[in-house]
């Protein structure tokens, strides 16, 4: 397939995740993608290449209701200010206001457009092992044409193998000290799943304290998915209500293999579970299509908004 041809409009983009070469390319203004999923995918694969976080900055719709315009912007983003201090995050997310971003929009014919590129950062990126492996094996083969595979399975590889290390060993250790717990206190709520190979795929708890909370602040609740991860890459996410001094309070917590359709429903399910099946009124949550269809599966009753 011709997947690079330059025209007068710019650089047509058609059916991204088949071209093994599509991996190399940086964005550029100009660039047109047939839909919206190709281009953040293919943002997602510059910023994992590069070394960095991204995220939807901002979008407008169509009076529709179909979007428009969004900005894809480095997860460094802007600075976090709070008005409230919080004893929960003891570790905050860095921020630098970090200017990295690409600026798309939708054309009348349907194409999704890179009307801006910025590509500097105010940060150091740290480039994965994955690339650095990749191109060693370029530069020993002498060409990327004596590569049988591209650079994306390489880094799948990679993380899938350091998603698995030592998983069996930590999975054992972290159910026995869970049901230590539990015999402390017979309200403290823990959920585990295991792949096929019993690793630890998806894990969810939440303590008295918090499960408590839930019946007299879980009306709202924000689910957040950017805090951090541990050593093996898995987020870690957290489901927070404000109690009535206006506080954060936490109402659950878990780890992630991935930021999946499948990986949400699993937790969203855990929590309902742990909360006797009462679903929120309202969950607030970051722009992610996985999470928007886990949460109409999980919660069809309640209603989701996207932060800002």
């Known amino acids: 397939m011709d997947c690079g041809t330059i025209e007068d409009e ?3 983009v058609d059916n991204l995740d088949d071209d093994d070469n599509a991996c190399c390319w940086e964005p550029a203004t100009g660039m047109c993608f047939s839909c919206l999923e190709e281009v953040k995918s293919f943002y997602e694969e510059y910023a994992s290449r590069k070394g960095f976080g991204w995220k939807i900055r901002s979008s407008r719709k169509r009076q529709d209701g179909e979007p428009c315009y969004l900005i894809l912007s480095c997860s460094r983003e802007g600075s976090k ?7 929960l995050k003891t570790l905050p997310i860095k ?3 970090c200017p990295a971003k690409i600026v798309i929009k939708l054309d009348k014919d349907g194409l999704w457009n890179i009307t801006k590129f910025e590509p500097d950062h105010t940060h150091e990126t740290s480039h994965t092992k994955a690339s650095k492996t990749f191109q060693s094996l370029v530069k020993d083969a002498r060409g990327h044409e004596n590569v049988p595979f591209c650079e994306t399975d390489v880094r799948n590889y990679v993380n899938k193998e350091r998603h698995a290390i030592g998983k069996e060993g930590d999975g054992k250790a972290l159910i026995s000290y869970f049901c230590q717990i539990r015999e402390q206190n017979s309200d ?3 959920d585990i799943d295991l792949d096929d190979d019993f690793h630890v795929r998806n894990v969810f708890w939440a303590d008295a304290r918090s499960r408590a909370a839930y019946e007299y602040f879980g009306n709202v609740v924000t689910f957040d998915t950017t805090y951090l991860t ?4 898995m987020p870690f996410v957290a489901f927070v209500g404000v109690n009535h001094h206006g506080q954060s309070t936490l109402l659950g917590c878990g780890l992630l293999s991935g ?4 990986s949400f ?6 929590w309902l579970h742990c909360m006797l099946g009462n679903a929120p009124l309202g969950i607030v949550t970051d722009q992610c299509k996985a999470m928007k269809n886990a949460i109409e599966l999980v919660f069809p ?7 800002l």
Not at 230 to 233: H, P, W
Not at 259 to 262: P, V
Not at 301 to 307: D, M, V
């Open 10 to 12: 710019g650089i047509r």
């Open 81 to 87: 200010v709070s008005k409230i201090s919080c004893t």
């Open 95 to 97: 921020v630098n206001n």
């Open 188 to 190: 403290f709520f823990y």
């Open 230 to 233: 541990n050593k093996y890459d």
């Open 259 to 262: 930021e999946d359709t499948y």
């Open 265 to 270: 429903v699993w937790l969203f399910k855990s």
């Open 301 to 307: 009753t309640t209603r989701h908004r996207w932060c």
